[in-house]
């Protein structure tokens, strides 16, 4: 990981000069925060009100390929082009699109095009959907300076600075580093769980609690229903709430897969400030995704002792604002709006 510029930009300066307003039957911001999920967009004036809204489906691309999750895209711009009254081509001056499986330069680079070409804005900036949290969890107003790290499906932690340098990592996965995130946590939950009941691994109380969530009696009928597809793949991020409970009820195994995961958020979250030289000084640690939103005691209580040792000076901070929050705020910057738009757009999704 190293330190580098912010997103991936395409179109022209004009959004961005100073002083741009919206032009003729424009708004100033198109705002696109896509997870694997679903998609938040939302139409924001050049005073922070925001015009239109809409929710679409999940952005795949390494799934359907980059045409067909644009089009996915398109569907939730034209519902919320058309709430605000305004033509899907040229609603805005600027689109700022957070994307989740933009994870790479390369695949920012692409998306960006990818998004200009639709012609929903004179410029386009794409970057990751973490950079959404991150800008989400700071106030309105302020500028883009801290570390966000993301724990949903997923983990994943950028940083960012005022002049546009951000830190990052490629966050695809093992080949990339990665452990934890929901899918992560189930998946080692259910390793420690069948070795337990085969004999091969240490007692748990996760072999009963983890097949018990399904109404099923043993680890063997759970690897068979998840084997033959009886339970849905996509079932299996079930299994890290009961991973969490299991782990408050004092079970040795399911606390050790707890701790570790404070252990990689702290990881993540020191090499980020250290990159961008913000380990000593006083700045934002912004927690998100629905593992870390949930605030589970033992999980909050090891990142904040952890943390405290590396970076003492470090603020932690929990989002639960709405990621597209997050992507509008840095439109608004980007088209240099006032402080009265960056705090109308706030008040919007804090109410």
Known sequence: MGVSGMGSRAGTAAGRAAGTASGPGRASVLAVDAGNSKTDVA??????????????????PPV???????????????????AAG???????????????????PVEERELAEAVQARGWGRTTDVRNDTFAILRAGLPSGAEPRGVAVVCGAGINCVGMLPDGRTARFPAIGRISGDWGGGSGLAEEALWFAARAEDGRGEPTGLVRTLPGHFGLASMYELIEALHLGRIPFERRHELTPVLFATSAAGDPVARSLVDRL?????????VALSKLGLLDEEVPVLLGGSVLAARHPQLDQGIAELLAAKAPKAVIGVVTAPPVLGAGLLGLDQVRADAAAHARLGAHYSG
């Open 43 to 60: 139409v924001i004036g050049a005073d922070g009100s925001v015009l239109g809204t809409a929710r679409g489906g999940g952005f795949q």
């Open 64 to 82: 359907v390929g980059i045409e067909a999750a644009v089009d996915v895209l398109a569907e939730a711009v034209a519902e919320a082009a058309s």
């Open 86 to 104: 305004l033509p899907e081509r040229g609603v805005a001056e600027h689109v700022s699109a957070c994307l989740a499986n933009a994870d790479l």
């Open 262 to 270: 404070a252990e990689e958020v702290v990881a993540l979250s020191t």
